[in-house]
């Protein structure tokens, strides 16, 4: 009996939860929602002339190039420096796990005081460029990209596996390229996924630092608030519906480094 009631309270809880969002989809179609519950007449007008906007394609195109930008450097610093400090240097390691949490726990305008503090003078004078706004990004993927690495690097013998390439001639650099890295990269790559949802709805960071310079999708979203409700709510739905995909993807790559490692 109480699991059936168990079954149930989830059920109605996730219906709460699902309301925002098929709001927000029924305004998205809504053309005539005005005196009653629920819209008089639907469409997809809205739809069409918000996914055809240049603005807004632009906007994406924006997003996405300074995500993937971060992504690339994030990968060429950050995970080389996991796996050494994992491998090679146990007290630098530590403080990897203890710098993990400094992204969370320093509130971003203070990040942003810093960085706008720092390059706006010579000789790295590169304030108010999307390069800046790609940099900030890169501290933005740490933790994500520590976590993931660690636990997976966790349930390896690498050390094993150096000292028996050692006995056979291979160098480390060969064994961590050709052994060790395979066997992370579905790690790697569901720290990229999730990284790159929290980089595509960032706006502190990208408002502050380039602002309408550098027009991103949040910024769009920002300056599209005092257009009609219909509007917005697309915007919000195409957002949302790139972030239950990414989910997905998350999702499917964590369960896949799960049977991978079996």
């Known amino acids: 009996m109480s699991r059936h009631l168990s079954g149930s309270f989830l059920f109605l809880l996730a219906g709460l939860f699902a309301l925002p969002f098929l709001a927000i989809a029924l305004s998205a179609v809504a053309t005539d929602w ?19 906007d240049p603005r807004f394609q632009a906007s994406v195109l924006r997003s996405l190039a300074i995500s993937f930008t971060a992504l690339a450097l994030s990968l060429a610093l950050i995970v080389p420096a996991i796996v050494a400090a994992h491998v090679y240097w146990p007290a630098l390691d530590r403080w990897f796990a203890r710098l993990v949490v400094l992204p969370y726990a320093v509130p971003a305008v203070v990040l942003v005081v810093g960085y706008l ?36 690097l966790q349930g390896l013998a690498v050390r094993d596996w150096l000292d028996a390439g050692r006995l056979v001639g291979a160098t480390d650099e060969r064994v961590l390229l050709c052994v060790v890295l395979p066997m992370i990269a579905p790690a790697i790559g569901l720290a990229c996924v999730l990284n790159l949802g929290i980089l595509m709805g960032e ?13 991103t999708l949040q910024i769009y979203m920002f300056a599209q608030r005092s257009e009609s409700g219909s509007v917005t709510s ?29």
């Not at 005005?34 to 055809?52: C, E, K, N």
């Open 34 to 52: 005005s005196d009653a519950l629920l819209p008089r007449h639907i469409g997809l007008d809205v739809i069409t002339s918000v996914l055809g």
């Open 234 to 262: 697309v915007i919000i739905l195409a957002y949302f519906l790139t972030l239950l995909l990414l989910t997905a993807l998350a999702i499917w790559l964590s369960a896949r480094g799960g049977t991978d490692k079996r």
């Open 203 to 215: 706006f502190v960071y990208a408002n502050l630092l380039v602002g309408g310079r550098f027009e």
């Open 117 to 152: 503090r720092v390059f706006s003078q010579p000789p790295v004078q590169i304030n108010g460029t999307p390069t800046l706004l790609a940099l900030a990004y890169v501290p933005l993927c740490f933790p994500m990209l520590y976590v993931n690495v660690k636990n997976a």
